[in-house]
T-cell receptor
């Protein structure tokens, strides 16, 4: 079975902090994705990557950056966390289908 | 552009049928369907790749009308285990690999 592991299930940070969310997959997938999930808005794509060091903006990239130095790891970075970034963050890997991690519930105080 | 899903929410009794619709304003390459149970990760149900394609997964099936840029998910003789939020994801012809998910449809099956 494909395993997508997100480093933290719950995370609490303060406004202005730099926050790193890590995601690791074990299936040698080229494609990896970061989404945020908010009630009533579904899964919104922040960034995706189709190869090492390659990235593309999704629909809501503002305030975020990503890093993919190794194929199995895709990191989401909140450069200066703000309260409106409090959300559930989901990582996925693969293509047709995507496999999701369990999510990180991030609270920015 | 995010696809539109309808209805937003539906409550069914066990054994009843339901249809969830997904539509896009863009020309589509594929439509993906996922189900997410409360507190869990979304789980893949099926992908439809060709216009007019229909697929089945147990008592859950789907169709894809490429010309209308629409897909429908059919849940037949619903079971308690079908409860959850259903998301459609669309892949536009102008941007392969990028899947845009709809806002979701909450489905509750009660005894």
């Amino acid at each position: 079975d494909v395993k997508v592991t997100q480093s933290s299930r719950y995370l609490v940070k303060r406004t202005g902090e730099k926050v790193f969310l890590e995601c690791v997959q074990d299936m040698d997938h080229e494609n990896m994705f970061w989404y945020r999930q908010d009630p009533g808005l579904g899964l919104r794509l922040i960034y995706f990557s189709y190869d090492v060091k390659m990235k593309e903006k999704g629909d809501i990239p503002e305030g975020y950056s990503v890093s993919r130095e190794k194929k199995e790891r895709f990191s989401l970075i909140l450069e200066s966390a703000s309260t409106n970034q409090t959300s559930m963050y989901l990582c996925a890997s693969g293509y047709q289908p995507q496999h999701f991690g369990d999510g990180t519930r991030l609270s920015i105080l | 552009q995010q696809p539109v899903q309808s209805p937003q929410a539906v409550i069914l009794r066990e054994g009843e049928d339901a249809v969830i619709n997904c539509s896009s304003s863009k020309a589509l390459y594929s439509v993906h369907w996922y189900r997410q149970k409360h507190g869990e990760a979304p789980v893949f149900l099926m992908i439809l790749l060709k216009g007019g394609e229909q697929k089945g997964h147990e008592k859950i099936s789907a169709s894809f009308n490429e010309k209308k840029q629409q897909s429908s998910l059919y849940l037949t003789a619903s079971q308690l285990s079908y409860s959850g939020t259903y998301f459609c994801g669309t892949e536009e012809k102008t941007s392969y690999d990028k899947v845009i998910f709809g806002p979701g449809t909450s489905l509750s099956v009660i005894p």
